[in-house]
């Protein structure tokens, strides 16, 4: 199982990135895709998540109206398109692929993608 983040970078604030994350080694269309972020000193910061077959989309109310989730089934990647970045939206942001069975969870993770929002 591996989930790879890429997209990351500096950019200035009211500037746009775009997030990819690449899955492989599991039934990527089976699973929720969720961002998240960290900045440092805070606590991982849930921002969005879209189902596996990627009709139904959530954000947190700090994103919302500002970032996009989505994802390529035919592909294996999720995106999550930023726009009008501030400087508190610098963080590693994470993808994470969640899904729940009843017999357990399986939930995995990327290595993260360092966002710098800066002047």
């Known amino acids: 199982v591996q989930l790879v983040e890429s997209g990351g970078g500096l950019v200035q604030p009211g500037g746009s990135l775009t997030l990819s994350c690449a899955a492989s080694?599991?039934?990527?269309?089976?699973?929720?895709m969720r961002w998240y972020r960290q900045a440092p000193g805070k606590e991982r910061e849930f921002l969005a998540t879209i189902t596996g077959p990627g009709g139904s989309r959530q954000y947190s109310e700090d994103v919302k109206g500002r970032f996009t989730i989505s994802r390529d089934n035919n592909k294996n990647t999720a995106s999550l398109q930023m726009n009008n970045l501030q400087p508190e939206d610098t963080a590693v942001y994470y993808c994470?692929?969640?899904?729940?069975?009843?017999?357990?969870?399986?939930?995995?993770w990327g290595q993260g993608t360092q966002v710098t929002v800066s002047s």
């Open positions: 994470n692929a969640f899904k729940s069975t009843s017999r357990a969870d399986y939930d995995y």
């Open positions: 080694g599991f039934a990527f269309n089976q699973f929720l």
